[in-house]
Structure formats: structure tokens, C-alpha cells
């Protein structure tokens, strides 16, 4: 269990906003155990690097289990997270990060893979791809399918529709909009999974360690530049 399990669960955008702000600090605290256990991981036990890698992996759990709760009570917050900064905000892809981007901080973070792992880790990308596209589709039908920009909007403010027939695309909408974001978290937790079983203890604390570098990093530059444009906007 991590050590954030007695976070009280997100009902809001505020609560969520909240609650992230509070996960992201305990990333910033994981992430110095990593990088501690990176550069001494010759002298710890596999034990030890499996337990933090647990730890580690727990924390991520805990951040989907709320995410999902939250999709549950406003779908449309999850694909347009309010948590998020607008640059933060250009690299989602179904209301989170392209699974995609695990090669990429394999490829960044590990360059110790044996010819073994590489082929068993080229097979996985080929997986993730197929699925992503399977995804992409999905999510495509779902916006051909909606009448116009006013159910959209109705469903997106859950303004009351007088029509009976409306209010039931309004659910059926919502209804596949929260199962494409469900599948979309499925297959990012189910393809850390596999790149995880690939890896040795030392090489998951790399991993894991590139990523949450890469998230914290894309925080940062987000705030910051946030805060440049609020800086100016207040000087006009």
C-alpha cells in the first residue's frame, strides 16, 4: 500500500486538484529514493529495489483508482483536466499520456537491454501501437456520432435537455466517452506491466525514474510558462 492511501477520495475538480497536488509531492519524494537507489544500486540488496519499485508502483495505482473515480462523476473534466496546464494539457491522448511514451524513456533511461529484452520490448511497442489505433478509432466514431455542437455542449455543462431522445444520446454519450477513457488507462497500466516484467530491479528503477523526471519536468515548464503568461496579461 502506498504510503498516500489515506488521501480522501477526489468527489471534484477541487478535490482532484488537490489530491494531485499532494500525489506530485510524493513523486518528488520518490523520485529522490530512485535516483538515490540509481546511483547506489550495486550496493543494495534485490530485495530492496524490488520493494521501493513496489512502493513506487503502488503510488501510480493510487493516481488511476482516483482518476477513475473522477471520470466517473464528469467524463468531460478527465478529457479536459482543469488540473492540468495548458501545456501539460497538448500531450494527452484519451485524458492521459500515449502509452507510447514508455519505449521512449526505455530507450532514454535503460541502455543496458539485452538482445532479448529489446526483441520482447519491440513486440510489446507493436502491441501498444495496434491497440492505440483500435482506441483512436473508437474515440473517432464517438465524435461522428454526436449530432452537433449543442448536444455536445449540453452534455458537457449537463444542462437538462427538454427532448427525451436527446437526454438519451446525452447518456449514451457519456456512457462511451467514460468506457474509451477506462480502456485508454487499461492498456497504459497493462503495458507498464510488460515493459516492467521485462526489466531487471535496477532497470525498473531507471525506468521508473526516467518517467517521473519526464512528468515533474512537463509540471515545472508548464507552471512556469503559466505564470509568464499571468505575469504579462497583469502588466497590460
Known amino acids: 500500500m502506498s504510503e498516500g492511501s489515506t488521501t480522501r477520495t477526489p468527489t471534484s475538480a477541487g478535490s482532484f486538484e488537490a489530491f494531485l497536488e499532494g500525489w506530485m509531492v510524493r513523486q518528488e519524494h520518490y523520485l529522490d529514493e530512485l535516483?538515490?537507489?540509481?546511483?547506489?544500486?550495486?550496493?543494495?540488496?534485490?530485495?530492496?529495489?524490488?520493494?521501493?519499485?513496489?512502493?513506487?508502483?503502488?503510488?501510480?495505482?493510487e493516481y488511476?483508482?482516483?482518476?477513475?473515480?473522477?471520470?466517473?462523476?464528469?467524463?468531460?473534466?478527465?478529457?479536459?483536466?482543469?488540473?492540468?496546464?495548458?501545456?501539460?494539457?497538448?500531450?494527452?491522448?484519451?485524458?492521459?499520456?500515449?502509452?507510447?511514451?514508455?519505449?521512449?524513456?526505455?530507450?532514454?533511461?535503460?541502455?543496458?537491454?539485452?538482445e532479448d529484452q529489446t526483441q520482447r520490448m519491440n513486440k510489446v511497442m507493436e502491441e501498444t501501437k495496434l491497440e492505440e489505433r483500435v482506441l483512436n478509432d473508437e474515440l473517432a466514431k464517438i465524435h461522428e456520432s454526436v449530432a452537433g455542437p449543442t448536444l455536445l455542449e449540453a452534455a458537457r455543462r449537463g444542462t437538462r435537455l427538454v427532448d427525451s431522445d436527446e437526454e438519451?444520446?446525452?447518456?449514451?454519450?457519456?456512457?462511451?466517452?467514460?468506457?474509451?477513457?477506462?480502456?485508454?488507462?487499461?492498456?497504459?497500466?497493462?503495458?507498464?506491466?510488460?515493459?516492467?516484467?521485462?526489466?531487471?530491479?535496477?532497470?525498473?528503477?531507471?525506468?521508473?525514474?526516467?518517467?517521473?523526471?519526464?512528468?515533474?519536468?512537463?509540471?515545472?515548464?508548464?507552471?512556469?510558462r503559466q505564470q509568464e503568461a499571468e505575469r504579462l496579461e497583469s502588466s497590460k
Open 35 to 61: 535516483l538515490s537507489a540509481q546511483q547506489h544500486c550495486h550496493d543494495m540488496q534485490e530485495e530492496d529495489l524490488k520493494e521501493l519499485v513496489s512502493r513506487i508502483l503502488a503510488h501510480y495505482q
Open 64 to 114: 488511476f483508482e482516483a482518476k477513475s473515480r473522477m471520470a466517473q462523476r464528469d467524463v468531460f473534466l478527465v478529457y479536459s483536466p482543469t488540473w492540468l496546464t495548458s501545456f501539460e494539457r497538448t500531450f494527452l491522448w484519451i485524458a492521459g499520456f500515449k502509452p507510447g511514451v514508455f519505449f521512449k524513456i526505455v530507450t532514454n533511461s535503460v541502455i543496458d537491454l539485452s
Open 168 to 224: 438519451t444520446a446525452v447518456a449514451t454519450l457519456i456512457l462511451a466517452l467514460e468506457r474509451v477513457v477506462a480502456n485508454a488507462d487499461l492498456l497504459r497500466t497493462s503495458m507498464a506491466e510488460k515493459v516492467m516484467e521485462i526489466l531487471m530491479p535496477a532497470q525498473k528503477v531507471r525506468f521508473l525514474a526516467g518517467a517521473a523526471q519526464l512528468q515533474l519536468k512537463m509540471r515545472s515548464w508548464g507552471l512556469q
